[in-house]
């Protein structure tokens, strides 16, 4: 029997992951296979992925998850051939891929019997300006792909700057259908085929655009904890120079224990995390920038002066 694939799209720190997380937490005993762009969704520490040996793993809901490093067709060969089978595989894309060469792949005709895209979601921040939208092809392209539009964040703006957008991308992809998704929340009955005997028409992937590496990521570990007055300092001056940032450390203030870093939008946020593993780094943070933005040094300088000396 096919196993229908959803794809989630969406720029840089949209939201994709929150929604993952909240379909895997909601999957009502359906036994649903995530595959997770190079970050790893939250709770999926990279290393349990690179330290599973087809890079599929377990997660204690029934759910199964890997990581979209490597050849997306071999991990979904590897996927499918899993006993038990999942119902319904998720693939989550890096917030800087075009999925029109996402949906190109999954054509290939052996993975289309087995594994046709069912649904191809948008995670939209409401706070992005009809603006943004318009100037960055990159975001347009994976509105124009999907068949859903999910707005992330609409917490955070009012009625009217969420309907400006909703404007924008009417404008833009009249088809989609338009949904509000605060903290990961699609409506499950857009997602899941209520007929799972139905194979899904292929798609039109949309045209080839030339990509340029527009993004870089460059990261900072310290085994030492960081001081979180500091750390905010550090992020003040980061921020103005940054897409994306996300990351793990530990507080001199409350040692022992991880806090879980995001910066996404323009905004910071920390929130309390799980104590240290062994054997890896406890200040792990990934930045995100435009080429040429910024430099290792400059994070290091500056991050470093997060830590205490000695
Ligand atoms: N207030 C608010 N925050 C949200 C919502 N959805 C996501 N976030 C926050 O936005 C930040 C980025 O969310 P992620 O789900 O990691 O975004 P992503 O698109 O997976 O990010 P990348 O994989 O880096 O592109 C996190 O701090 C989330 O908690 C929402 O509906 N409301």
Redesign the pocket.
């Known amino acids: 029997m096919p196993v229908p694939v959803l794809l989630i799209t ?10 993952v ?1 909240h379909l895997l937490a909601h999957a009502a005993g359906r036994r649903i296979a995530a595959v997770v ?1 190079d ?1 790893g969704a ?1 709770n999926i520490d990279a290393e349990l992925i690179a330290g599973a040996s087809d890079g599929v793993v377990s997660l204690s809901n029934g759910c199964i998850c890997c990581s979209l490093e490597g050849d997306l067709l071999r991990t979904l060969a590897t996927l499918l051939r899993r006993d038990p089978r999942p119902e319904f595989i998720v693939i ?1 894309t ?2 800087v891929a075009d999925p029109a060469d996402i949906v190109r792949n999954l054509m290939d005709p052996l993975i289309w019997r087995e594994a046709p895209l069912e649904t191809v979601l948008c ?1 939209v921040d409401a706070t992005t300006t009809p603006e943004k939208l318009n100037g960055e092809a990159l975001l347009r392209s994976q509105v124009r792909a999907a068949d859903i539009v999910a707005f ?5 703006v009012d009625a009217a700057g969420s309907q400006q957008l909703r404007e924008a991308i009417r404008a833009l992809h009249p088809a989609a259908v338009v949904v509000d ?4 929340e699609v409506p499950a009955a857009l997602l899941f085929p209520v007929d799972v005997d139905r194979v899904p028409a292929p798609r039109e992937p949309g045209p080839r655009r030339p990509t340029a590496d527009r993004f870089e990521t460059l990261s900072w570990t310290s085994e030492r904890p960081v001081s979180l007055p500091r750390l905010q300092q550090a992020i003040g001056r980061l921020a103005p120079k940054l897409v ?1 940032a ?1 990351g793990l450390f530990e507080t001199v203030e409350q040692p022992g224990r991880l806090m879980v870093f ?1 910066f ?2 323009g905004r910071a ?1 920390l929130a309390p995390g799980e104590a240290p593993a062994a054997g890896v780094p406890r200040t792990r943070i990934v930045f ?1 920038a435009e080429i040429g933005v910024l430099s290792k040094a400059e994070i290091d300088g500056i991050m470093e002066a997060c830590v205490e000396a000695g």
Do not use: C, P, Y
């Open positions: 969406g720029f840089l720190g949209a939201g994709k992951t929150t929604v997380n762009n970050f939250v989550e890096s917030g995670v992330s964040k609409v917490d955070l998704a605060v903290h990961g994306r996300k995001q996404a939008g946020t995100i």
